[in-house]
């Protein structure tokens, strides 16, 4: 009989030739089309010399623009005086490296583009030749390699008209080997960020692109081959933005996201003249007001997830307020930015729009995509009550098991914090290890805590209603699942009473008896009596009452953790602790600003809010 076998095999590998070389075709062919529209010529990237101009003007005649300029030129002459940057991890990471290359030649080779002061161009040479010199960018940690690429990139274009061939040389064949070459293996085998939706996919596809389309003149195959990988990948990360702009990792990592995003965007557009289309997906465009309503009156962020209190400048929002004219983006980020500007608040620098005002934007809203609430009474009062609530997903990156967590500002004062993020570098604080960590653990939110135990890390809580009106604005939580060995029913509200007073109202029903114990984490001093307790910041004093059950009463209890875990032996847990276990209650705690006190308000179950605002199911 015919043996058809080495026929099959010999047609297979015909088959399988073909279709590599058709792949490799329609790769060169996407490839190819990725660069059609390269700008010839350098700077290309992020700001163009015809963009100087309103630049100049704007330092010459607006005093926050000047004070910008005076600000980044100290800061410049000091960077004349420090060391060199040095490849010294900090545990895994040269992260803090990258980070400070980034700042230093931004900002010394932006200054030397507006004001042709030499001394800063060539100090960013020397900072760019000597990161060029390091043996590797710690690709192990990708985000590293990212953050180096782009600073180096940026030094690349913005200086290429004042360095040396033989320093072009030099650096563009770091920006390739050390950079670009690193990402290669990830995007063809679609792994860790080339698929991931987090950070991580926008810092590094930022990254990177910037380098491909600062040498893509140079390097045409692998600069637009990396466009084209990044402009795929990117869309996944994107895609989190929707619908409506929350960020699931909670403020300190939308920054970062949104950071490099922008740079991802402004260097597609200036480099290239298109932003393929991704300014369109669901939810960038409004992105900008996540961000100013998690930061309440004092200036202070609603840092849930791995982040710090404070709400860092995003210069971000000076670009997003031209693309998408929102003159708002704009007047907000103006105020936040005048202690801390980076070189892109003035590079990017918009004079349009104020801080947001009363009528300006509503005083309550609700991401859904984030399940995340904020309540506020007013906008232009530095003392205003403000209040972060999140019901939230405790699977998403950064993530803390903080289901039905809030913050609370009065006064002037945060009154209940979020701890933020422990040291990175504690052994398994990103694995096995993660939950045993107290800023992590549920017990460490103002949320519920069950028999002591962690919510179920797999849990999330949706927002299922909420409201906003002058009287009375809520937002209710369906926190079940964070407890699901143990609960039928876990729900929580939060509302602002006649923007004087919050209304904290959480009801249960457990499958057998349980110990519940309501957490409220404090740097206020504390007096208590029982249902009663009076917290004192300074000169300013919150008056907190349990309305229900009855019986229970106010306990304070140390937040402080043993070492090596973070200290803060000036915090403290505001419990609220039951007479025994049980299987059914509500507990309802009702905040007060000193002056504020009016009698308590009736207690309707939370079934009749959430038919008040109940919203849509997604």
Not at 12 to 36: I, P
Not at 115 to 140: I, Q, Y
Not at 378 to 397: L, P, R, Y
Not at 403 to 414: C, I, P, Q, W
């Amino acid at each position: 009989m015919f043996n058809m076998k080495p026929t099959l095999v010999l047609f297979n590998a015909l088959l399988l030739a073909l279709a590599t070389a058709a792949s490799f075709a329609a790769s060169a062919a996407e490839t190819h089309d990725a660069l059609k529209t390269l700008r010839p010529g350098h700077p290309r990237l992020l700001v163009l010399d015809a963009d100087l101009a309103s630049v100049r003007q704007a330092i010459e005649n607006d005093p926050v623009a000047r004070q910008c300029h005076e600000r980044l030129k100290r800061d410049a002459e000091k960077m004349l005086q420090d060391e060199l940057i040095e490849r010294k991890l900090i545990g895994p990471r040269l992260l803090d490296k990258s980070r400070t290359a980034l700042r230093r030649i931004s900002t010394l080779a932006g200054l030397y583009r507006l004001d042709g002061d030499k001394r800063f161009a060539e100090r960013a040479r020397r900072e760019m030749l000597t990161a060029a010199a390091f043996a590797d960018w710690n690709p192990k940690h990708f985000l590293d390699v990212a953050e180096m690429t782009n600073a180096m990139a940026i030094g690349y274009d913005w200086l290429f008209g004042f360095l040396s061939a033989e320093d072009r040389a030099t650096i563009r064949a770091a920006i390739v080997e050390k950079g670009l070459k690193q990402s290669l293996p990830i995007y063809e085998k679609q792994r860790w960020w080339s698929k991931c939706e987090h950070n991580w996919n926008q810092v590094c596809n930022g990254g990177m692109t910037v380098g491909a389309l600062a040498i893509a003149d140079e390097e045409p195959a692998l600069g637009g081959r990396i466009v084209a990988d990044g402009r795929a990948s990117i869309v996944l990360a994107m895609k989190t933005f929707g619908p409506d702009g929350g960020w699931p990792e909670g403020p300190g990592y939308w920054n970062y996201a949104t950071a490099y995003n922008v740079f991802y965007l402004a260097a597609l557009e200036t480099a290239l003249g298109t932003d393929f289309g991704l300014k369109k997906l669901p939810g960038f465009a409004e992105t900008g007001f996540f961000r100013i309503h998690f930061t309440g009156p004092t200036g202070l962020s609603f840092n849930y997830a791995d982040a710090h209190e404070g709400a860092d400048a995003s210069a971000q929002m000076l670009w997003m307020a031209r693309e998408f004219n929102q003159p708002i983006f704009a007047g907000h980020e103006r105020v936040m930015a005048e202690s801390r500007p980076n070189i892109f608040h003035l590079l990017w620098f918009d004079n349009r729009g104020r801080a947001p005002q009363d009528e300006d934007l509503p005083r309550a809203a609700v991401f859904r995509g984030v399940d995340v609430a904020f309540l506020r009474s007013a906008w232009d009062e530095w003392n205003a009550i403000f209040v972060g609530f999140k019901g939230g997903d405790n699977k998403a990156n950064h993530s803390h098991l903080d289901l039905g967590s809030f913050v609370l500002d009065a006064l002037g004062e945060r009154w209940a914090l979020d701890l933020g993020s422990d040291e990175y570098n504690l052994p398994g604080y990103f694995g096995k290890q993660r939950w045993s960590y107290y800023r992590l653990r549920t017990e460490s939110h103002n949320t519920l805590t069950l028999d002591g135990e962690n919510q179920d890390p797999l849990a999330a809580a949706p927002i299922v209603a909420f409201s906003a009106s002058p009287q009375r604005s809520f937002a209710v939580a369906d926190m079940t699942a964070a407890y699901p060995s143990k609960t039928a029913r876990a729900h929580r509200g939060i509302a602002l009473l006649g923007r004087k007073q919050v209304l904290v109202q959480d009801e249960l029903e457990a499958r057998q008896p349980v110990e519940v114990v309501w957490n409220f984490l404090t740097k206020a001093k504390i007096e208590t009596g029982r249902d009663r307790a009076t917290l004192t910041m300074g000169r300013e004093k919150l008056e907190a009452r349990i309305l229900s059950p009855e019986g229970a009463k106010f306990e304070i209890v140390s937040a402080n953790p043993p070492s090596p875990q973070h200290q803060q032996p000036n915090v403290h847990n505001l419990t609220v602790r039951l007479p025994a276990k049980t299987t059914q209650t509500r507990i309802a705690v009702l905040l007060s600003p000193a002056g504020a006190a009016e009698s308590a308000p009736s207690l309707e179950p939370l079934e009749a809010w959430i038919a008040a605002g109940k919203l849509p199911s997604r």
